[in-house]
């Protein structure tokens, strides 16, 4: 044996560089393309086999070395260089049934989490009884904006604050599928407008808007245009209430009596976050109501004007409607059978509480002893301070100045109460006022 193998390494030296080598059998026959060839239908050939510290232990291994690694079964190779080598798997590792793989930066390894059979696709189950069969937690990506934006795949739940603005949708044709999931969190109840893509359209409209703090919607596109599949915050009716201030916190009923009248009024104005402690508490000045309208975020003291008149008793948006003509009311034509009770159309008080009347604001004010001026009505029971006035055709609010609504009409307007000390001799009681003004609201007991 020895001389034999002796013989065969002389043989091979002797054969040169450019020669071919054939070990096994048929070693006349060789293929022309191979360098070296092993053929055998009995015997393989045995790579060198070693642990992973002995693989790292090796001196500069060439580029494209292969061993046999014991400690991770597997073939592996150097595709690094001798000075830095960097040995990486030449074979895929063991796994179960519709186990899918990763790479771990250095190596494959089996995936423990995703499972494929075939037909389903299992995350964190081996056995997906669904398309997609999700066993754990769902995370979605969150974009906050604050200015115009044109959605894209990188959107997936938008939370839009800081407006108003318009976020454009991407164009329907390449997006059949896609899901989008909007909200508005802007707390001073500011418009978000959803614009179609110009010409494609929201459940039928090429804008939709969300008009209210927390109003949101889930839409998703067919390929054509864009469907509401879901909506949470805007469905106002005639005698829709909620319990959210401007200011994003929730109203507190609480009831105060008045002995001399025997009413019960609340201890603060509607949107109010406290009772005044001054008569300029601005904590405690609240909302101001365009007169009939609901508590649909027109009555934020920023929110936008629009002098786009409602011919509905719901406007359906959270715009403050301006106008300087007769009979300077945000509804054309007017309606006069707002506000009228406790089951009134657009009432916007609490269950069980309304707007008062003039007769009751009178007999309120009777029981103070004294002309209702800014000291007097903080000093009541009531605690009302001057909480402001704001201007059917600007928009604008003055300031230090009382005006409470009733319930009452006035030929084309509607009663109110009012006060100041800001304007000398010029403080009054009761009075006619157009119902595009933005007035306080102080809810009585029925």
């Not at 092993?38 to 992973?52: A, N």
């Not at 059979?117 to 997906?128: D, E, Q």
């Not at 029981?367 to 006035?389: D, N, Q, Y």
Request: hydrophobic share 30%; aromatic share 8%.
């Amino acid at each position: 044996m020895k001389l034999n193998f002796i013989l065969t390494i002389a043989l091979l030296i002797s054969m040169g560089a450019n020669a071919q080598v054939k070990v096994g059998n048929n070693p006349t026959s060789i293929n022309a393309s191979a360098a070296l060839e092993i053929e055998s239908t009995t015997k393989g050939f045995l790579l060198p086999r070693m642990t992973s510290i002995e693989r790292s232990a090796i001196s500069s291994p060439a580029t494209g070395l292969l061993i046999f690694n014991t400690t991770t079964s597997s073939i592996e190779v150097n595709v690094g260089t001798p000075s830095l080598p960097s040995w990486q798997m030449a074979t895929l590792p063991a796994g179960t049934s519709g186990q899918t793989l990763r790479h771990n930066g250095t190596n494959w390894i089996a995936n423990s989490n995703l499972f494929n059979n075939g037909t389903n696709v299992g995350i964190g189950t081996s056995t997906p009884a669904s398309t997609i069969d999700i066993q754990g937690s769902l995370g979605y990506k969150v974009n906050t904006i604050t200015a115009a934006t044109t959605l894209n795949q990188t959107h997936n739940v938008v939370l839009c604050n800081t407006g108003p603005y318009i976020v454009t949708l991407p164009a329907a044709s390449s997006n059949a599928g896609k899901v989008y999931y909007i909200k508005n969190i802007s707390s001073t109840n500011v418009t978000i407008t959803l614009d179609g893509n110009a010409s494609e359209t929201i459940d039928g409209s090429t804008t939709y808007l969300l008009d209210l703090y927390k109003h949101a919607i889930r839409i998703i596109c067919d390929g054509s245009n864009w469907h509401v599949l879901e909506e949470t915050g805007s469905q106002l009716t005639s005698s829709t209430f909620t319990y959210s201030n401007c200011d994003g916190s929730n109203m507190a009923i609480v009831d105060v009596l008045n002995p001399a009248t025997g009413k019960i009024w609340m201890d603060r104005n509607l949107g109010a976050s406290r009772v005044a402690t001054s008569s300029r508490d601005a904590s405690s000045y609240g909302e101001l109501y365009q007169w009939g309208r609901l508590k649909d975020g027109h009555q934020c003291r920023n929110s936008t004007t629009t002098t786009t008149l409602s011919s509905t008793d719901v406007p359906g948006h959270a715009n403050y409607i301006t106008i300087n003509t007769t009979p300077n009311d945000w509804r054309n034509a007017q309606n006069s059978n707002l506000w009228q009770g406790v089951n009134g159309i657009n009432n916007p008080c609490p269950t069980g509480y309304r707007l008062p009347t003039s007769t009751e604001w009178t007999n309120e004010v009777n029981s103070w002893g004294t002309w209702p001026r800014e000291a007097s009505a903080f000093s009541s029971l009531l605690k009302l301070p001057v909480a402001g006035l704001r201007d059917r055709s600007t928009g604008n609010i003055t300031s230090n100045i009382g005006n409470y609504w009733s319930s009452s009409l006035d030929g084309s307007g509607s009663q109110s109460l009012g006060f100041s000390d800001s304007y000398g001799n010029s403080a009054y009681g009761y009075g006619y006022y157009q119902r595009a003004h933005g007035m306080s609201v102080r809810c009585i007991k029925d």
